[in-house]
């Protein structure tokens, strides 16, 4: 660097730097070597660099490129671009993310992060993609380390991701329901609740293409001369149910035989047989997302299959008749969760074990479809309260009353949710307005919430001291283990960290019942300890029941990243707000470290 400046500034009538021709500047300044720094440093050095470096624009182009490849893609080659403003914006904007992500542990560390803590990062401006690709660089640095600066970038990119989902959504019920696309309704509840996963519609649709294409091989086979492989269709179905009964049985014969799909009777309760790209990716699901994929391939191929919202057993059906009958007699109901098998109705109703009335084997919206699947996500939120579990119901009801704004149940399930989790109380408040807006007969149970969201706004606005806990007070003498150690349970043999203690069990009597606390050989007046589990669980362990894990491993928990800065190999390191709290357990879990593991 000090060798171009020098050439730079040296006499021209010498041969310096300036007397080369632009074309050649622009590859020195090109070189992978220089950093912008550099190329920003020589730019001061005359009016010509500045030129090359800045009004012929290649240089900053190429250095954007190098800097970050995967934004290219954003960009028209057709139009031309101020790469000096780009990369400047993109360097700024990185920055900026930094500094938000690296405050967020101060700010919510002892809290859940609210929604408008995300204000920050929605404030900055700039493109959308600027502020994930700088996020995302984030969570792709070094495996073990910045595990606090990736835990609370992964939760800025979920909300993000989540608000953009959710306007497309938005946009996506808004359009009339005719030119709505099943298929595309169905990937967007599976991003707003994976919000990090690859997702994306255009996977999901190549899979599907590459599937159809399958089917098509075994219709040449059949029928080389049929409709659908031998012409493009643009979208028209056939008529002839010869050539569509053709299709279901090469489909039937792809789906399940060759790709071996199925319906996943052995773990029916799985949130990820909701999810459309878990289930093409496992090759398992339940009835609606099987329906989902297998009407989607019909329609490639030309035949028409329509949703049925049969009571505990979604269905296709397939008329045999006119076009429109309401007789539903005229119609074959295809069972997609198992196999393909075409059903009449009696079957139907023995597939369910009672009667139904006629309505329900009538065909249903895209948006009826969309109704569903979100209830069964909210059904399956409701059978446990673990943490995932919470996670799902808010997504569910984020989601339901996306597609009902006004169902009261729901919203005020939501606001009960909201108000038991307690991470937003501000928006509880705007929900039981909401309710009471919409059924002023509410206004009873509104007006008991509201107070005590109150209350609890109250109380979160009282700024409380962080509890010091330190190893040399007399009354915590009994503590043996200290934060970031890496332990296994005796008893249940479950591999953890241990992110908190207390001298003594600090649960209620109902919860030392039902955990058996009084049946252990030293009781609740022991030390206990809370650990983040392999499972994803959190847990509170007695002392007696924690021995040191032979083989230290990475503890594969969502909220490691709160506590913990970085893995060492053999313990965790804790992050600057649990030393404040926990100050003697950095230097005591070393020497425990070196003590046990020494040897090893």
Avoid at 65 to 82: A, E, F, G, N, V
Avoid at 106 to 118: A, M, S, Y
Avoid at 272 to 280: E, G, P, T
Avoid at 511 to 531: A, E, I, K
């Amino acid at each position: 660097m000090a060798e171009l400046k020098a050439l730079g500034n040296g006499e021209v009538e010498r041969g310096g730097l300036t007397t080369l021709p632009e074309e050649v500047l622009e590859q020195i300044f090109c070189c992978p070597s220089l950093n912008h720094v550099d190329v920003v440093s020589v730019c001061l050095v005359c009016k010509k660099l500045q030129e090359v470096c800045q009004g012929r624009s290649a240089v900053w182009k190429h250095k954007f490129r190098q800097r970050w490849p995967t934004l290219i893609k954003y960009y028209s080659t057709t139009r031309s671009h101020d790469w000096w403003e780009e990369y400047r914006t993109r360097h700024t904007i990185g920055w900026q993310v930094r500094k938000i992500v690296d405050n967020f542990s101060k700010r919510f560390f002892t809290k859940e992060v609210p929604v408008d803590g995300f204000k920050d990062i929605e404030a900055l401006g700039g493109p959308f993609h600027f502020i994930e690709d700088e996020l995302l660089s984030i969570l792709n640095l070094d495996r073990r380390k910045y595990l606090t600066w990736k835990y609370y970038s992964r939760k800025i990119l979920c909300f993000l991701r989540q608000q953009d989902i959710m306007e497309k959504l938005k946009k996506f019920l808004s359009t009339p329901s005719e030119q709505q696309q099943l298929i595309e309704g169905v990937v967007l509840i599976d991003q707003y609740c994976n919000p990090l996963a690859d997702s994306s519609l255009e996977n999901v649709l190549l899979q599907l293409n590459y599937i159809t294409e399958e089917v098509k091989k075994v219709l040449r086979l059949t029928n080389f001369s049929h409709p659908s492989v031998t012409a493009e269709r643009d979208g028209e179905m056939f008529i002839d149910l010869e050539l569509q009964q053709q299709v279901l049985d090469a489909m039937n014969c792809v789906i399940y035989k060759q790709l071996k799909f199925k319906g996943n009777e052995d773990d029916y309760y799985n949130p990820m047989n909701s999810y459309i790209h878990q289930v093409l990716r496992q090759k398992k699901g339940i009835p609606i997302t099987l329906c989902v994929i297998y009407s989607t391939l019909g329609k490639n191929l030309g035949v028409q299959l329509e949703p049925v919202s049969f009571p505990s057993h979604f269905l296709l059906r397939w008329c045999q008749k006119l076009e429109g009958s309401t007789d539903i007699l005229d119609y074959v109901y295809i069972d997609a969760f198992d196999n393909g098998k075409p059903c009449t109705v009696k079957e139907c109703e023995h597939l369910i074990g009672q009667q139904v009335a006629t309505n329900f084997y009538s065909s249903v919206t895209t948006k009826d479809v969309l109704f569903r699947m979100v209830t069964n996500l909210f059904h399956l939120g409701k059978r446990e309260g673990s943490d995932q579990s919470y996670q799902l119901l808010r997504n569910a009801l984020d989601l339901y009353l996306t597609l009902a704004p006004d169902d009261v149940q729901y919203l005020m399930l939501q606001a009960r949710l909201y108000f038991h989790l307690g991470i937003n109380p501000e928006k509880v408040l705007d929900i039981l307005q909401h309710i009471q807006a919409v059924d002023p007969l509410q206004h009873g149970v509104v007006g008991h919430l509201v107070q005590l969201t109150l209350e609890q706004i109250a109380r979160k606005n009282q700024t409380t001291a962080v509890q010091v806990k330190r190893h040399t007070d007399e009354k915590h003498r009994k503590i043996e283990y200290s934060v970031g150690l890496v332990m296994k349970h005796k008893r249940y043999a479950y591999d953890c960290v241990i992110y908190g203690w207390d001298s003594k069990c600090m649960m209620g009597l109902d919860w030392m019942r039902t955990m058996g606390v009084h049946n252990l050989p030293h009781g609740p007046d022991q030390p206990f300890y809370n650990v983040l589990v392999q499972d994803g669980s959190c847990r509170y362990a007695a002392q007696e029941n924690l021995i040191f894990n032979p083989s230290p491993m990475e503890i594969g928990h969502q909220e490691v990243g709160r506590y913990f800065s970085e893995f060492s190999g053999t313990h965790y390191v804790a992050n600057e707000e649990l030393q404040i709290q926990y100050p003697d357990d950095m230097m005591l879990t070393s020497q425990l470290v070196e003590k046990v593991y020494s040897h090893s």
